[in-house]
């Protein structure tokens, strides 16, 4: 049985920064792609950012342009954990925030379709 379990989230002030994981259990983690997603209240879920498996120990990372510059996505496969350290946050950054896990996906990752495996989500909220 997959699980990913995130935490990290919580208030912070504008400018802030925070620091989120994602804990998986369960699948392959290392040749596992591990997406973040966010959704703000009202709005549709959109990509944040993805760490992509390319082969082997080959990983590649890409993020939306609105976070290019204050997000980054990591991970620790000997923890089968993955990060988004997120640095200079906006109001406009407040949403619940997803990990999502896609074993041996090779390409894209921008999209939730391409997910097999979802986390419960952790609020972010970032206060002006």
């Known amino acids: 049985q997959v699980q990913l379990v995130e935490s990290g989230g919580g208030l912070v002030q504008a400018g802030g920064s925070l620091r989120l994981s994602c804990a998986a259990s369960?699948?392959?983690?290392?040749?596992?792609?591990m997406g973040w997603f966010r959704q703000a209240p009202g709005k549709q879920r959109d990509f944040v950012a993805v760490?992509?498996?390319?082969?082997?120990?080959?990983?590649?990372?890409e993020y939306a342009d609105s976070v290019k510059g204050r997000f980054t996505v990591s991970r620790d496969n000997a923890e089968n954990t993955v990060y988004l350290q997120m640095n200079s946050l906006k109001p406009e950054d407040t949403a619940v925030y997803y990990c999502?896990?896609?074993?041996?996906?090779?390409?894209?990752?921008?999209?939730?379709?391409?997910?097999?495996?979802w986390g419960q989500g952790t609020q972010v909220t970032v206060s002006s």
């Open positions: 760490i992509r498996w390319s082969g082997g120990f080959t990983y590649y990372t």
């Open positions: 369960g699948l392959t983690f290392s040749s596992s792609t």
């Open positions: 999502a896990a896609a074993p041996r996906l090779r390409f894209g990752g921008h999209v939730g379709a391409d997910y097999e495996y």
